[in-house]
């Protein structure tokens, strides 16, 4: 019975291509000179039944109609073209990889075609496909045996951009062993354990996901020479990172991306003395931004002062400034003040007698001068010496008195009115 319908299935194709259009002689597609290229873009098609492709295709594109390929006329339809080496279908709401067989594709092409699953059915196990688009579809995780019949294929090149991707099974990627780029941007991912099960990968994009860290497969050694973090939520990078290990084992030939991270600049101190030291491992470490502290929000990581830092909370350009300002106010203040001060406190000290009148002349010869008084008076008489003291004195009617009690003779004070006055 199932042979019976697989003949009636050719018997069908087959009068289907005698009833056919050429797509390229009827100018319904545009087809180079050679008619090798055919461009069958948004034609509304729903099923290629009544059109023919000329035999000689090489690549084909089918963008942006109804296509599902859910029949086998339609299927037969592609697999007679035994020179297709590039075949694009984006745009066509497939649901999942059609399967097709005995192909011999190089590049194939399912961008935006309903995809929930990367599964690629059994008819691809001879396949040579070297590059495979599975982008802008919502595949959400990639489970280990998605790709197992694609072990023999060798291809080079995956592109899996904004699928959803949640998860990547750590031996998912295993059967691509010749894989060489792997695009995975505008996801979901937080990890990439599936990098050590690929030894020959040599560029990987991981733009635009979930990663809060780099990961530690980074430090494994292998061919990878190109890594893209850019976009993702990566706010710390220290000496835990895989790029101190590549500084210190001197992979010079690596390289990463990692623009638009919100980096914390007190907890990535080591990140910015790494960059402004080795350029060579950041490409765009010229563009790289502080997101935190809010002083620094949007200072280029590489012009950032770590010893004008202020991971405290303080603000410590303010701090300092003041604290210029309050040295300098206290040393002019002291140059000012204190040496006025000084010298009136030393003639205070002099002058501290009551009623004390400063004797005109010379302050060293001050004690010669009483005595020649008292000798004036009393010839003969030696004045007694006299030492300034600091005891306050006080005036009465009764004379000078001391703050001890004592009181000067009053003979003492007739013979000193004697005395002449400078008054």
């Not at 040393?331 to 005109?360: D, M, N």
Request: glycine share 4%.
């Amino acid at each position: 019975m199932h042979r019976c319908s697989i003949i009636s299935l050719l018997i069908v194709s087959l009068f289907h291509q005698l009833w056919s259009i050429d797509v390229c002689q009827s100018g319904i597609c545009k087809c180079s000179k050679n008619s090798n290229i055919v461009n069958c873009d948004s034609k509304g098609w729903t099923s290629l039944e009544g059109w023919d492709f000329p035999s000689d295709t090489v690549a084909l594109t089918l963008v942006n109609n109804h296509l599902k390929f859910d029949s086998m006329a339609d299927r037969l339809k592609i697999e007679s073209l035994t020179k297709l080496n590039v075949f694009s279908l984006n745009q066509n709401p497939l649901g999942i990889i059609p399967p097709f067989g005995r192909l011999k594709l190089l590049s194939f092409s399912l961008q935006d075609t309903s995809l929930i699953s990367a599964k690629f059915p059994s008819s691809y196990e001879n396949s040579l496909i070297q590059f495979v688009s599975l982008s802008h579809n919502k595949i959400q995780s990639i489970h280990v045996d998605d790709f197992s019949n694609l072990h023999a294929s060798g291809m080079t090149k995956l592109h899996l951009d904004d699928v959803e991707l949640q998860s990547i099974d750590p031996n998912a990627l295993t059967p691509l062993n010749q894989l060489q780029a792997l695009s995975l941007k505008r996801n979901h991912l937080k990890s990439c354990e599936f990098l050590s099960t690929l030894p020959l990968l040599s560029s990987i994009k991981l733009d635009e996901n979930s990663f809060m860290s780099l990961p530690q497969q980074l430090s494994l050694g292998g061919n990878i020479k190109d890594y893209s973090f850019t976009s993702n939520n990566i706010s710390t990078i220290d000496t835990s990172s895989p790029l101190n290990v590549w500084f210190t084992q001197n992979f010079t030939n690596r390289q990463i991306s990692l623009y638009k991270n919100p980096f914390d600049c007190c907890s990535s101190q080591w990140f910015i003395r790494f960059i402004q030291s080795a350029t060579h491992f950041v490409s765009d470490s010229s563009i790289l931004e502080c997101n935190s502290p809010k002083d620094v929000l949007g200072k280029k990581l590489i012009e950032i002062d770590l010893n004008q830092l202020n991971c405290d909370g303080s603000n410590k350009s303010w701090w300092t400034t003041f604290h210029i300002g309050i040295v300098s106010g206290i040393s002019l203040t002291t140059l000012l003040i204190v040496p006025p001060v000084v010298i009136f406190y030393r003639r205070r000290r002099k002058h501290r007698r009551s009623g004390y009148q400063e004797i005109p002349g010379n302050d060293e010869n001050l004690y010669d001068d009483i005595n020649e008084a008292y000798s004036a008076i009393r010839p003969g008489y030696q004045a007694p010496s006299i030492v300034p003291s600091e005891t306050p004195t006080q005036t009465t009617n009764q004379g000078v008195y001391a703050n001890d009690g004592s009181s000067i003779h009053q003979d003492d004070v007739s013979q000193r009115a004697a005395v002449p006055s400078d008054d």
